[in-house]
């Protein structure tokens, strides 16, 4: 059976309509709508080499190394697992090509979307980096094995790449483009870096008491830049509460 992870449907309980409506109107709200409630995780410690570690430090060490960690998972292969191979279920696994030393992913989230139903992203993931986010949706990320590895050229034993097969986790998302942006996201823990992707700047102190942020109002602006701008932090929003977020950070 495959492994699914439900997120939250958002017709029933959130109302936030595209900036642009389908007969061209424009609607800017004054503000986010408020969070709906959902459950969130209840997990305050990580197991890890039999001792019982704070979350918080966890995803202190975690971000340290996020960048490397993150390139880690951009590149590899994924494949599915041969339905003829002995004890393979080719829906509940995926084998995936490492080379960085880094650790190693050990699951894979299988991606769909309603904005593009005929894609699928197979995305290798280290469980704990989803499993601390807060989300009672990724709890089941905290108790997965270490993956088990193999020379990726079984005539080569001294590869440099790994073999991995990994248990895969199915689940469903509004928007393709704010799940990579999300993805990133949950790695690096940089509001800059997400608000870089919809070309949204944040002034420092001075800057804002100097000048109009980037991306406010102006004579000057491009107001088609400008929707598109919303209507991403829009996407970017209603995915945070799919996946059931709780990141004070990111809602900010």
């Known amino acids: 059976m495959p492994n699914r992870l439900n997120p939250l449907p958002l017709s029933s309980t959130l109302h936030f309509p595209p900036v ?44 340290s190394i996020a960048q490397p960690m993150l390139e880690s998972v951009h590149g590899p292969p994924v494949f599915t697992v041969d339905s003829d191979a002995d004890d393979a279920d080719p829906a509940s696994t995926r084998l995936v090509v490492v080379s960085n030393p880094l650790p190693f992913p050990n699951c894979v989230l299988v991606v769909s979307f309603d904005d593009r139903p005929d894609d699928e992203f197979e995305t290798p993931a280290h469980g704990l980096i989803w499993a601390t986010s807060g989300s009672s949706l990724f709890e089941p990320l905290f108790d997965l094995d270490e993956p088990a590895g193999s020379p990726s050229d079984e005539h080569e034993p001294h590869s440099s790449e790994t073999l991995l097969t990994l248990p895969a986790f199915y689940l469903h998302v509004p928007f393709q483009h704010a799940w990579t942006q999300i993805h990133d996201f949950m790695y690096t823990r940089s509001p800059a870096d997400l608000l870089d992707t919809l070309s949204i700047h944040i002034p420092t102190p001075t800057q804002h008491a100097r000048t109009i942020p980037s991306g406010a109002a102006t004579p000057s602006s491009d107001q088609g830049d400008l929707l598109d701008q919303l209507e991403g932090l829009r996407q970017i929003y209603l995915t945070a509460v799919c996946l059931q977020l709780p990141d004070d950070v990111l809602v900010e």
């Open 20 to 63: 642009r409506g389908s007969d061209g109107a424009i609607e800017v709200p004054p503000h986010l709508p408020d969070h709906p409630p959902f459950p969130v995780s209840t997990r305050r410690h990580v197991l890890l080499d039999g001792e019982s570690v704070p979350i918080p430090f966890v995803r202190h060490v975690l971000t």
